[in-house]
């Protein structure tokens, strides 16, 4: 019998976070989330999600009192707000292949979110699609970029078999600098210049100077997305938090601003594939030692994620987007960056899969947002 219960005190909250590593301990594609940072994206009083969000985590024991599988419920007022949908949301989903447990994690998540007045959920989402969502059905032959999910192969039946319906799938592709269309480099050179011609600039991102250029980051990350199914806008205080993480990984000449007359009009930001330094701290701790594998770690990784790139409307069919990417693949050459991951992509958004097609890319895994109406 499966017995599941709320994560209540330090001791649940340690078994809550510490169960990954004993399910994927035998995966080498699997890479740990630092337990740190795990801790924070849980914590409801430092971390900025739930300011307008609500979550409570579950565990699912056997009858030897072991931990067989987690998920947490979610509410998102910001999403209601925008979407005008009253949905809810499960994540933080991980268990050993057993359809009982699965029915009891779904079961009691449905309870919870039912008890808040919602009228169905979307998920996995971790809380949010602000942050690693999605479950992976294509694409287990490769570990995950920094940031992306991995899962048992498992889930998808799982799921499926449940009563989880296929909402949106997104998709990762993968880029090598050996494949990238010599024609491509040489054709955003001249869009550049016709742009540069009409008073659009496209610039690194000053880092020296963020708070001016948060704002106009986050104004473009509201406005260009807000039409994509799943966004969530970002409050100040969650794209401030975000912009220190990704500050300290990445670098200014992977980060791009267009501007037109001054007024920002599109956005990138590639970060270097931080997971292959985290997976080889197969226990998410950085102390005692594990911290020394973090020292220089740029200049050990050998491969980036484009993780955003969005342009205002009205901008689209510029060119613009063709001459970021350009930019990003000669400086990340430079940085001595080889392959890269362009994600993730919604499965509808044609123009920017058209885009990536255009150069090359590899349409390698896919993830898969499901949903349950009550």
């Known amino acids: 019998m499966i017995t599941v219960k709320k ?69 998102n007022q ?7 949908e009253n949905w809810g949301f ?37 809380p949010s699609t602000n942050d690693p969502c999605g479950t992976l059905i294509e694409g287990f032959d490769t570990p995950p970029f ?7 192969e498992y889930y998808d039946k799982m799921f499926l078999d449940f009563g989880l319906e296929k909402r949106m799938d997104l998709l990762a592709w993968y880029l090598r600098d050996t494949k990238i269309p010599e024609r491509m480099l040489t054709l955003s050179a001249k869009i550049e210049e016709r742009l540069k011609s009409q008073g659009i600039i496209i610039r690194p991102v000053d880092f020296k ?30 794209f401030m938090a975000l912009a220190k993480e990704l500050k300290m990984i990445t670098t200014p000449d992977l980060v791009f601003m267009v501007e037109d007359h001054g007024k920002p009009v599109a956005f990138s930001a590639t970060i270097p594939n931080i997971n292959e330094v985290f997976i080889k701290i197969r226990n998410g701790k950085l102390f005692p ?20 790139l969005g342009i205002l409307e009205n901008y689209r069919k510029t060119g613009i987007d063709a001459c970021m990417y350009a930019k990003t693949f000669h400086n990340g050459t430079k940085r001595g960056y080889h392959m890269g991951e362009a994600s993730w992509i919604l499965e509808n958004n044609t123009m920017m899969n058209r885009a990536l097609i255009n150069i090359n890319a590899e349409l390698y895994k896919k993830y898969r947002i499901y949903q349950y109406k009550f």
């Open 7 to 75: 994560v209540e005190g330090k001791k649940a909250l340690n078994q809550f976070i510490d169960f990954p590593f004993k399910l994927y301990a035998k995966d080498e594609k699997y890479v740990p989330e630092l337990r740190i940072m795990t801790r924070e994206t849980l914590d409801k009083k430092k971390n900025p999600f739930f300011k307008h969000g609500e979550a409570d985590y579950f565990l699912a024991y056997n009858d030897q009192g072991e931990v067989v599988g987690r998920i947490g419920a979610v509410t």
């Open 78 to 84: 910001a999403y209601v707000d925008h979407w005008k």
């Open 90 to 126: 499960f994540g933080f989903y991980e268990a050993i292949e057993d359809a009982e447990v699965t029915r009891a994690l779904f079961d009691t998540a449905i309870a919870w979110l039912k008890d808040k007045g919602v009228e169905g959920m979307y998920g996995p989402m971790n």
């Open 146 to 152: 920094v940031m992306m999910t991995h899962n048992k």
């Open 209 to 238: 100077n963020m708070k001016e250029e948060i704002p106009k980051i986050r104004y473009i990350y509201n406005e260009a997305w807000k039409d994509n199914w799943g966004f969530i806008p970002m409050t100040e205080e969650e």
């Open 289 to 308: 030692f594990n911290f020394l594998k973090l020292i220089n770690f740029k200049k050990k990784v050998k491969s980036v994620r484009v993780l955003t």
